[in-house]
Every structure is written in structure tokens, then in C-alpha cells.
């Protein structure tokens, strides 16, 4: 254990030294990691329990008369139904961490994490989001973290510096200087590993432009721009090859190291990219199969008896695994309970720790660095006015269109869900 400093919230953090690791893949990236890292020790932490949420689904019957006649009229019977899409998830998401939520497709991973970044009403979700031990008042959650979606929305003329210059412009109070804006863009392109490609446009099908895995760093940037505390990214790695995937995930250790919450969910990641998350939550049919740290997740399928076979990934032995009992009778209730018992004899209250900073004093801190406001009465509306938003935004499109050789309409967006040039 190293030296100890005070992070972004106030909280005493420790750091650690850590060993550079080579990476040969991105120019970039090997630079900033032949820097020494700082790996933080975590202090704050965003805890949930039991959260529950559930949807109607209504089934609906038609009675033909009897016998079938086409002469008598159809009866119609409505019977509501209830979708437990998250059904009693707890676990935390420490600071200076990646918590990745995996499982197949509709396990419900998006779904938690719209439950974690507020994006499902408080009504309809059962159970507790908490800061630091406090509840956080619904906006501002929202107002402290950032969510990125799965798809790209990018303006394909614009260069990776013009986007997060605009993105800085957006989310960043206007009352700061032109310069420091700057700053913080070029901060975060060293961040990304982006150097290299900072005079290099975004590119789409027609325009030859930055790779998909710099794209989606370029997502990040934008999201980032404004330091938040907790960043929220839905399928960060989807449509990468795997080279590309690892160095997302890595940018995405090094923003969390550097004193943010990072939650991501991911549908097959590589051994390469599991390596770099701290806590997995593996989901099945929105309930909780295993939560624990990718070391434990060995022994855990071992202590349940599916031992992994020597030269198998485990995470995908456990993937293929819950998903074979998904298909049969009881389907993976078993499990669900096997890693409740196991969690509790793992894991002690005590491990919880964290800042007793009173949560409100932590934001008055952090918030005037990003494009929120802080008064005496609380936390207030956005510091941009809406005509000056405005204003970014039809630059921003004015700028891309003008470009367009072939004089594209007003607003083009880049939207390249398939077809990432890796
Ligand atoms: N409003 C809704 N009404 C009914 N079912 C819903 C609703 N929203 C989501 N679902 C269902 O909830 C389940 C979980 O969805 P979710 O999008 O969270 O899964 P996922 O694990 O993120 O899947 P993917 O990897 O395909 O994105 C799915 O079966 C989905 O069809």
C-alpha cells in the first residue's frame, strides 16, 4: 500500500503502485500504460438491495362459439400477467472498480443497469439504490453519472477532438474558458488512448474515418467529459472484434481507477477482458447465479459441482453451463440459491466500507467541475441556458453537413451498429 490522498468526493483514498502492463495492440494505450498507474483503493460505494421490478404482460384469448360457428361472435378474455424482469438483485459497485453484469441475451443485464442509473421509475422498482449508505434523491443520480448507450450517435465529418470539443462545449458549464475546455479534451483524449487519432474524423460507410473500437472510446469521451462519479455503459464491447473489446475495457479500468464507479454489462467476454473486471454479477432470467470477483468464480462452479475442466474459459463454462439448465425442470433455481448460501459465507457487512462523508458535502465538492450547479437550497438546474445548448447543437450539425462532399442534410448522424471497421 502506498501513499493515501483525497479523490474527487472528498474521500481518502489509498493508492497503490502497480506493475505497467505492455500492450502491443494500440500505440496509444501502451504509452499512457508505461506511465506508472495508480490504482485506488476503494472508498465510496454504490450498494443495491433487492431490487425487484416487474411488468404486465397481458395474455388474451378468443373463444370461437361453439362447435366453431362462423355465425357466432367471438369472445374475448383479457388475463393480466406479471414479468419479474429483476427479481431480488443485491450486490455493490466500488470506486475505483468495473462491476460487469453478464448473461445471455434478455437475462435482464440492461435492465439492471437502467434500474442502478435511474432510469426506471421509483414506483416501479422494489428495493434500494444507495450512495455511500444514502439514498439519493432521484435527479440526482442522475445529474452525478453518465450513461452510454450501445450504439454509436456520432457526427461522422467531425474529428475525434472537434466531437469532444462540442461534447465539452454541451456538458460543461459555459462560463468556463474556451482554453480550460480544451484542457479537459485533451486530458480525456490521452485518457482514451486516442492520441493518434485526434485529427482523424469519425468516419461511416461513405467516409473512411477512426476504427470501431476508437469510436466507441470516442462514446466514452463524450460521456466522460464532464467527470462524472458513476459511469453506466450498456454493452460497451457489442459488434468489436477482441482486440478492440480489451482495449475498451481497458480504458474503462483506467477511468475507474482514476476514482470512479464503472457498470457495464457485456454479453461474452473474452478471458482477456474478464481479467480486467473487478466484480461480476452473472445473470439468469433477471435473477442472480453468481456475484463474486472472476477468481472466485472457479471455485464457486467447483463447491456447486461443475468442476471446470483444465484449458476451459470459465466464464464461458459458466455461460454454457446456466444456460443448459435455463432448458430443463427447476432451470437454474439451484444455482440461484446455491450462490445465495455461498455469498453469505463469503461476505461479512463489515467489507462495506466506506466514506462517512455526508454525501450532499461530497457533490458540493464535485459538481462545479462538471455542468451542474450547487446553491444553498441544493442541487439546481443545468448550468448551460437552453438557448445556448441550442446554439452547441446547430453548430455542431452545421459543421458536419458542410462538409459533405455530397451536401447530406441537415444533422447527419453516424450510426454504425453493424459493419465496425475493427
Ligand atoms: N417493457 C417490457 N415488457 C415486457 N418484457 C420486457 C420489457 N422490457 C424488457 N422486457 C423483457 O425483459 C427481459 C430482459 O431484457 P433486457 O433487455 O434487460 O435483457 P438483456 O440481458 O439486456 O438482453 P440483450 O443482451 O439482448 O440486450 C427480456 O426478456 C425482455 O424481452
Request: hydrophobic residues 35%; neutral net charge.
Amino acid at each position: 500500500m502506498g501513499e493515501r490522498e483525497i479523490n474527487a468526493l472528498g474521500f481518502h483514498v489509498g493508492i497503490e503502485l502497480e506493475e505497467t502492463s505492455s500492450m502491443s495492440l494500440d500505440d496509444d494505450l501502451e504509452e499512457v500504460s508505461m506511465m506508472t498507474k495508480k490504482t485506488p483503493v476503494a472508498s465510496s460505494v454504490l450498494a443495491f438491495n433487492n431490487l425487484t421490478y416487474s411488468v404486465n404482460t397481458s395474455k388474451e384469448w378468443r373463444f370461437r362459439g361453439i362447435l366453431g360457428r362462423k355465425d357466432t361472435e367471438a369472445v374475448t378474455s383479457t388475463r393480466a400477467k406479471r414479468k419479474m424482469l429483476l427479481n431480488n438483485i443485491s450486490g455493490e459497485a466500488r470506486e475505483g472498480e468495473i462491476l460487469a453484469i453478464l448473461g445471455p441475451s434478455g437475462s435482464g443485464k440492461s435492465t439492471l443497469i437502467d434500474a442502478l442509473a435511474n432510469r426506471i421509475s421509483k414506483e416501479s422498482l422494489g428495493g434500494s439504490v444507495t450512495l455511500n449508505g444514502e439514498t439519493l434523491e432521484s435527479g440526482v443520480l442522475k445529474m452525478i453519472s453518465a450513461y452510454v448507450m450501445q450504439d454509436d450517435l456520432l457526427y461522422p465529418i467531425l474529428t475525434v477532438e472537434e466531437t469532444l470539443m462540442f461534447s465539452a462545449d454541451f456538458r460543461l458549464p459555459h462560463s468556463l474558458s474556451k482554453g480550460k475546455k480544451m484542457e479537459r479534451v485533451q486530458t480525456v483524449i490521452d485518457e482514451l488512448g486516442l492520441r493518434n487519432a485526434a485529427k482523424t474524423i469519425i468516419g461511416d460507410e461513405d467516409h473512411r474515418g477512426i476504427s470501431g473500437g476508437e469510436r466507441r472510446r470516442v462514446s466514452i469521451g463524450a460521456n466522460v467529459i464532464r467527470d462524472p462519479i458513476l459511469l453506466f455503459l450498456d454493452e460497451p464491447t457489442s459488434g468489436l472484434n477482441s482486440s478492440c473489446a480489451f482495449m475498451v475495457v481497458k480504458v474503462l479500468q483506467r477511468i475507474a481507477r482514476s476514482g470512479r464507479i464503472v457498470i457495464m454489462s457485456v454479453h461474452q467476454p473474452s478471458s482477456r477482458v474478464v481479467s480486467l473486471l473487478d466484480q461480476l454479477i452473472f445473470l439468469s432470467l433477471g435473477e442472480t447465479v453468481y456475484y463474486g470477483s472472476p477468481f472466485n468464480l472457479s471455485p464457486f462452479l467447483s463447491e456447486y459441482g461443475h468442476c471446470v475442466p483444465e484449458n476451459e474459459d470459465t466464464t464461458e463454462f459458466m455461460l454454457d453451463l446456466y444456460r443448459e439448465l435455463e432448458d430443463v425442470p427447476g432451470g437454474t433455481r439451484s444455482m440461484v440459491e446455491f450462490n445465495q448460501e455461498w455469498y453469505k459465507k463469503r461476505n461479512h457487512p463489515s467489507n462495506s466500507e466506506y466514506s462517512t462523508t455526508r454525501l450532499d458535502e461530497s457533490l458540493k465538492e464535485v459538481i462545479p467541475r462538471g455542468k451542474l450547479i450547487y446553491s444553498d437550497i441544493g442541487l439546481t438546474s443545468f448550468a448551460n441556458p437552453f438557448w445556448f445548448d441550442t446554439v452547441v447543437l446547430v453548430k455542431r450539425s452545421l459543421r458536419n453537413s458542410n462538409r459533405m462532399p455530397e451536401g447530406v442534410c441537415f444533422g447527419t448522424l453516424s450510426k454504425r451498429n453493424k459493419g465496425f471497421k475493427n
